[in-house]
C-alpha cells in the first residue's frame, strides 16, 4: 500500500515572523505570503525599509490588513512581545507558527567590548526568543497544535573571533530550543532551529570587503547562502511533513562547519 503523501500547505495558517522585513525574516516572510499564509511582521527600529517592503508586498497583490501586517515592536521587551502576539490573535484568531528571527549583531573582542554591548545582543537576540515563545505557548498548547523555529548561527557551533556576545545568545538558543522540544511534545508542538552559515544580507554585507571574500574562500561550496535558502528550511520545518522533528538544530552552512 503506497504510503499516503501529506500536502505542503499552509492556506489559512497565520506565522509571526520577529524582525521580519529585512535579510533572513524578509526572505520567510515572503515565502510564507507565497504559501498563501497570513503573517504577522514586525520590526525593530528601521522605518524605511519596512515601509518599503510594505509597499512591495502590496504591489504583489496582498491586500494590506487582510493577508500580512507589519507592526513596529521591539520584542526584546516583554511587555512588547505580549503585545505583538495578542495583537496578532485579535486581528487573525490565532497563531499557528513563530519564527524567532530578530537580532542584531555589536562585535568587538571580549577586553574590548562593554557591558552594554554584550547585554544589547543578548537581550535582542536570546531575550527576543524567551519573550515571544513564552507570550504565545500556552495559546498553542491550548489548541495541541504549533511550530516554533528559532534562527540561531553557525557561530553557535564553531565560536568566531570578536563575536563573544552574539555566539553565547545564538547557543542560548540551541539549549532554549532542546529543552522546550521536550516540554510540549506531547502537545502537537514542534520546536526547532536553523543555524545559517554567512548569508548574503545587511549584517554580512557590512563587514570589510576583505573580510568577506576571506569568509568566502573558506566556505567549501565558495559563496554565501541565499536568504531564500534559509527560508525554504524554514517553511519545510513548519510543514506537516516535518511532524516528527523536533528539538533539532539544523546548519545550512555550504560545508563551512560541519
Same mark, same amino acid.
Given at each position: 500500500? *503506497?504510503?499516503?503523501?501529506? =500536502?505542503?500547505?499552509?492556506?489559512?495558517?497565520?506565522?509571526?515572523?520577529?524582525?521580519?522585513?529585512?535579510?533572513?525574516?524578509?526572505?520567510?516572510?515572503?515565502?510564507?505570503?507565497?504559501?498563501?499564509?497570513?503573517?504577522?511582521?514586525?520590526?525593530?527600529?528601521?522605518?524605511?525599509?519596512?515601509?518599503?517592503?510594505?509597499?512591495?508586498?502590496?504591489?504583489?497583490?496582498?491586500?494590506?490588513?487582510?493577508?500580512?501586517?507589519?507592526?513596529?515592536?521591539?520584542?526584546?521587551? *516583554?511587555?512588547?512581545?505580549?503585545?505583538?502576539?495578542?495583537?496578532?490573535?485579535?486581528?487573525?484568531?490565532?497563531?499557528?507558527?513563530?519564527?524567532?528571527?530578530?537580532?542584531?549583531?555589536?562585535?568587538?573582542?571580549?577586553?574590548?567590548?562593554?557591558?552594554?554591548?554584550?547585554?544589547?545582543?543578548?537581550?535582542?537576540?536570546?531575550?527576543?526568543?524567551?519573550?515571544?515563545?513564552?507570550?504565545?505557548?500556552?495559546?498553542? /498548547?491550548?489548541?495541541?497544535?504549533?511550530?516554533?523555529?528559532?534562527?540561531?548561527?553557525? /557561530?553557535?557551533?564553531?565560536?568566531?573571533?570578536?563575536?563573544?556576545?552574539?555566539?553565547?545568545?545564538?547557543?542560548?538558543?540551541?539549549?532554549?530550543?532542546?529543552?522546550?522540544?521536550?516540554?510540549?511534545?506531547?502537545?502537537?508542538?514542534?520546536?526547532?532551529?536553523?543555524? =545559517?552559515?554567512?548569508?548574503?544580507?545587511?549584517?554580512?554585507?557590512?563587514? =570589510?570587503?576583505?573580510?568577506?571574500?576571506?569568509?568566502?574562500?573558506?566556505? *567549501?561550496?565558495?559563496?554565501?547562502?541565499? *536568504?531564500?535558502?534559509?527560508?525554504?528550511?524554514?517553511?519545510?520545518?513548519?510543514?506537516?511533513?516535518?511532524?516528527?522533528?523536533?528539538?533539532?538544530?539544523?546548519?545550512?552552512?555550504?560545508?563551512?562547519?560541519?
Amino acid at each position: 500500500m *503506497p504510503r499516503k503523501v501529506l =500536502p505542503m500547505s499552509y492556506e489559512g495558517k497565520v506565522a509571526v515572523v520577529t524582525g521580519g522585513t529585512r535579510g533572513i525574516g524578509r526572505a520567510i516572510s515572503l515565502a510564507l505570503l507565497e504559501k498563501e499564509c497570513r503573517v504577522s511582521i514586525d520590526f525593530k527600529s528601521n522605518v524605511n525599509a519596512a515601509k518599503a517592503f510594505e509597499n512591495e508586498l502590496v504591489e504583489m497583490g496582498k491586500r494590506l490588513g487582510q493577508d500580512f501586517v507589519i507592526t513596529k515592536a521591539d520584542v526584546s521587551l *516583554p511587555e512588547e512581545a505580549d503585545r505583538h502576539i495578542k495583537a496578532t490573535i485579535d486581528k487573525f484568531g490565532h497563531i499557528d507558527f513563530l519564527i524567532n528571527n530578530a537580532g542584531i549583531a555589536r562585535d568587538r573582542t571580549l577586553k574590548n567590548m562593554t557591558a552594554a554591548e554584550w547585554t544589547e545582543v543578548v537581550q535582542n537576540n536570546l531575550n527576543s526568543v524567551y519573550n515571544c515563545t513564552r507570550s504565545v505557548i500556552d495559546h498553542m /498548547v491550548g489548541r495541541n497544535y504549533g511550530r516554533v523555529v528559532s534562527i540561531s548561527s553557525i /557561530v553557535a557551533l564553531s565560536g568566531n573571533f570578536g563575536q563573544t556576545n552574539y555566539a553565547s545568545a545564538k547557543a542560548g538558543i540551541i539549549g532554549f530550543t532542546k529543552s522546550l522540544a521536550l516540554e510540549v511534545a506531547r502537545k502537537g508542538i514542534t520546536v526547532n532551529a536553523v543555524a =545559517p552559515g554567512f548569508t548574503d544580507t545587511d549584517m554580512v554585507r557590512a563587514m =570589510p570587503e576583505e573580510v568577506r571574500k576571506a569568509i568566502i574562500e573558506r566556505v *567549501p561550496m565558495k559563496r554565501l547562502a541565499k *536568504p531564500e535558502e534559509i527560508a525554504d528550511l524554514v517553511v519545510y520545518l513548519l510543514s506537516d511533513k516535518a511532524s516528527y522533528i523536533t528539538g533539532q538544530v539544523i546548519s545550512v552552512n555550504g560545508g563551512l562547519y560541519m
